[in-house]
C-alpha cells in the first residue's frame, strides 16, 4: 500500500472557507502535485471529495472567484471532428493575500 501526502499552509483556515469549498479544495491541490495543475472530472471530485456534482461546481465557481484555483476550459474533439467539452484544467496558484482586519480599540 502506498501512501501519498501533500503539504498545505496552514493560513488555509483564515480564509473562512465552508467545509466542501475547504475540502474540494485540498482534493484539488492533492491531484496538482508540484506541478500545479490538474484536471480531475466534476464527477471524480464528487465522488472522492463525498459531495454531489453541483456541490462540486458551486465549490469550484467561488474558489475560482477568490483567486484559489485557476480553471482553463478544454474542448475534445471525437473522429467525426465535432468538439465537445473535455475535463476542465485547474492551475493552483500561491494562496490569495488575506485581508487585514482592522484592529478593534476599546
Known amino acids: 500500500m502506498s501512501t501519498n501526502f501533500f503539504q498545505m499552509s496552514n493560513d488555509i483556515f483564515r480564509y473562512e472557507l465552508t467545509t466542501n469549498q475547504l475540502t474540494v479544495y485540498c482534493y484539488l491541490v492533492s491531484s ?42 478544454t474542448t475534445r474533439y ?11 484544467n485547474y492551475y493552483i496558484p500561491n494562496l490569495p493575500v488575506l485581508p487585514s482586519k482592522a484592529t478593534v480599540t476599546a
Open 32 to 73: 496538482a502535485g508540484q506541478k500545479g495543475k490538474c484536471w480531475p472530472s466534476v464527477k471524480t471530485i464528487s465522488k472522492n471529495c463525498n459531495i454531489t456534482e453541483n456541490t462540486v461546481r458551486k465549490c469550484i465557481s467561488t474558489l475560482v472567484e477568490r483567486g484559489f484555483i485557476r480553471k482553463v476550459h
Open 78 to 88: 471525437n473522429r467525426s471532428g465535432q468538439s465537445r467539452q473535455g475535463n476542465n
